[in-house]
């Protein structure tokens, strides 16, 4: 009971709308560490914090607990989601962060089966928590699979799901650059058609004659 109340009081939103998924200790922990490896590994700590603190609300039938939970599964998520933006960014550079993820798939898998026992227990309140409690499932199945996949297959897909954001964003902003290229085009005619041609004296119509 005493953890449990730990565990509350750690992590504990300060505000319902603005509150982060990890506390202020976590954040400036994760602000201390910058060696991807070490990050994933922190996260993980992070993820298991919440699933023992699911564990034991849902063997604690309070009053109120449903929001704890519902909070704490999303919290989770985005964790673990923040895990795979971690990883993802370390492959683009080219760290060797294969011991990190190795601690990763790990730890998902082993958390994917806890989420799955709480929803297979079908706790009475679990229809107010239920669609987070599926996500979280699905989030850290696929961050598994994920984590166990070859570095350079997931660097490959990488670089094709970038070059494609990449062209999205080209798209998007082609409208402003042709009509800017189209104004720039406009200002250079008009510009050319207000020079003065050069003075004669010739009739309009009239041919010069050739000098013999």
């Known amino acids: 009971m005493r953890i449990l109340l730990m565990l509350i009081l750690l992590l504990?939103?300060?505000?319902?709308?603005?509150?982060?998924?990890?506390?202020?200790?976590?954040v400036d922990q994760v602000r201390l560490v910058q060696e991807p490896n070490e990050r994933l590994l922190l996260?993980?700590?992070?993820?298991?914090?919440r699933i023992e603190l699911l564990?034991?609300?849902?063997?604690?039938?309070?009053?109120?607990?449903?929001i704890v939970i519902h909070d704490t599964l999303e919290d989770y998520t985005k964790i673990i989601e923040a895990m795979d933006t971690v990883a993802d960014d370390a492959i683009r550079r080219?760290?060797?962060?294969?011991?990190?993820?190795?601690?990763?798939a790990k730890a998902e898998q082993e958390m994917a089966a806890a989420l799955?026992?709480?929803?297979?227990?079908?706790p009475k309140d679990i229809a107010r928590y239920e669609?987070?409690?599926?996500?979280a499932i699905e989030t850290t199945e696929d961050s598994a699979e994920l984590s166990n996949r070859d570095l350079g297959e997931r660097a490959g897909e990488l670089a094709v799901r970038d070059k494609k954001d990449r062209q999205e964003r080209e798209e998007m902003s082609t409208p402003d650059v042709v009509a800017a290229r189209k104004?720039?085009?406009?200002?250079?005619?008009?510009?050319?058609?207000?020079k003065k041609k050069a003075p004669t004296l010739r009739r309009k119509g009239e041919v010069p004659?050739?000098?013999?």
Do not use: H, M, W
């Not at 080219?94 to 990763?104: N, P, R």
């Not at 104004?183 to 207000?194: G, I, N, P, R």
């Open 55 to 66: 564990r034991q609300l849902i063997e604690k039938d309070k009053p109120g607990r449903s």
């Open 131 to 135: 669609f987070v409690l599926t996500s």
């Open 183 to 194: 104004a720039e085009e406009k200002k250079a005619a008009e510009a050319e058609s207000k």
């Open 116 to 122: 799955r026992r709480i929803a297979e227990a079908k």
């Open 209 to 212: 004659t050739e000098r013999k």
């Open 12 to 26: 504990a939103p300060v505000a319902a709308q603005d509150r982060d998924f990890l506390t202020a200790d976590e």
């Open 43 to 49: 996260y993980v700590r992070f993820a298991r914090l």
């Open 94 to 104: 080219k760290v060797d962060i294969k011991v990190g993820l190795t601690e990763v």
